[in-house]
T-cell receptor
Framework: DGGITQSPKYLFRKEGQNVTLSCEQNLNHDAMYWYRQDPGQGLRLIYYSQIVNDFQKGDIAEGYSVSREKKESFPLTVTSAQKNPTAFYLC?????????????FGPGTRLTVT | KQEVTQIPAALSVPEGENLVLNCSFTDSAIYNLQWFRQDPGKGLTSLLLIQSSQREQTSGRLNASLDKSSGRSTLYIAASQPGDSATYLCAGHFTGGGNKLTFGTGTQLKVEL
């Protein structure tokens, strides 16, 4: 089955620890994205990557880091510098062809930091 | 700055009713408009995508329209069912916005028995 996988589904960490969220896709999409979703707020873009070995900051990149060493993988590290890391994190990928730009999402990872 | 707005934030309807969800955007230079469904605690599922050259798209009981001149898109759900209860989000891909989507905050729909 083609799609986007995120692991784990639930993640718990102590304050002050870095944590890495996994995102893998087998859709052969060039572009990948990380979003954060908080109750009552829309999706906010953290980082995105349009091609391997390249990525750009989104609207709320502070306290986060990413890497894109492989087309299929776009891990997100939530560092101890992120002031409010508890949230639902969504990974997405997109393709663009023939006037069509479409984005697909993974199932999400809920991170709780205490 | 492109903005996408969805009003109302929440909507409750009786089963069987036809309903319309609204999405408005500030930039008429829209490339694509994509509608998603999100169930609690889950990721987003793509429902329909309308390209700027199209006026509407249909999938089963769902029909989405796009009016660039008025900056509006609607998602029509026919004969609503309790299983349609979810949050519906629209997102625009705008010319000059790079390979990114601008999301609305969603309409939470509840279809009651």
């Amino acid at each position: 089955d083609g799609g986007i996988t995120q692991s784990p589904k639930y993640l718990f960490r102590k304050e002050g620890q870095n944590v890495t969220l996994s995102c893998e896709q087998n859709l052969n999409h060039d572009a990948m994205y990380w979003y954060r979703q908080d109750p009552g707020q829309g999706l906010r873009l953290i980082y995105y990557s349009q091609i391997v070995n390249d990525f750009q900051k989104g609207d709320i990149a502070e306290g986060y880091s990413v890497s894109r060493e492989k087309k299929e993988s776009f891990p997100l590290t939530v560092t101890s510098a992120q002031k409010n890391p508890t949230a639902f994190y969504l990974c997405a990928s997109s393709y663009q062809a023939g006037g069509r730009f479409e984005q697909y999402f993974g199932p999400g990872t809920r991170l709780t930091v205490t | 700055k492109q903005e996408v707005t969805q009003i109302p934030a929440a909507l409750s309807v009786p089963e069987g009713e036809n309903l319309v969800l609204n999405c408005s955007f500030t930039d008429s230079a829209i490339y694509n408009l994509q509608w998603f469904r999100q169930d609690p605690g889950k990721g987003l599922t793509s429902l329909l995508l309308i390209q700027s050259s199209q006026r509407e798209q249909t999938s089963g009981r769902l029909n989405a329209s796009l009016d660039k001149s008025s900056g509006r898109s609607t998602l029509y759900i026919a004969a609503s069912q309790p299983g349609d209860s979810a949050t519906y989000l629209c997102a625009g891909h705008f010319t000059g916005g790079g390979n990114k989507l601008t999301f609305g905050t969603g309409t939470q729909l509840k279809v009651e028995l």
